[in-house]
Nanobody, 126 residues
Framework: EVLLVESGGGLVQPGGSLKLSCAAS????????MSWVRQAPGKGVEWVSSINQEGDSTYYADSVKDRFTISRDNAKNTLYLQLNSLKTEDTAMYHC???????????????????WGQGTQVTVSS
């Protein structure tokens, strides 16, 4: 059974930083693209970032580029998202997601990911 468990969210002031983690189990983690997506209150799901199997190709939404960094540790079956220079509009539930195909044709599309974790809440407020 695929299991994705996020952690590391919390309340932070604008301009602050957080590091999210996602512990994966039940599948061959190192064989799959992984992604982070988020959903703000009252809004749709937004793709945030994706990473390839080796961790040497990364993709970012324009809204988070140069502020967020995705990474992975295949030895620990863990996905990370470093969030810097946080803004109030970054407030959302953040979910990690596993690609349906090992290497999706469209890694920046939410539809390419078929398993999500329960999420970790990030709230940016003064």
């Amino acid at each position: 059974e695929v299991l994705l468990v996020e952690s590391g969210g919390g309340l932070v002031q604008p301009g602050g930083s957080l590091k999210l983690s996602c512990a994966a189990s039940g599948f061959s983690f190192s064989a799959y693209f992984m992604s982070w997506v988020r959903q703000a209150p009252g809004k749709g799901v937004e793709w945030v970032s994706s990473i390839n199997q080796e961790g040497d190709s990364t993709y970012y939404a324009d809204s988070v580029k140069d502020r967020f960094t995705i990474s992975r540790d295949n030895a620990k079956n863990t996905l990370y998202l470093q969030l810097n220079s946080l803004k109030t509009e970054d407030t959302a539930m953040y979910h990690c997601a596993k690609a349906q195909d090992r290497t999706p044709m469209t890694p920046t599309q939410i539809s390419a990911y078929n398993y999500w974790g329960q999420g970790t809440q990030v709230t940016v407020s003064s």
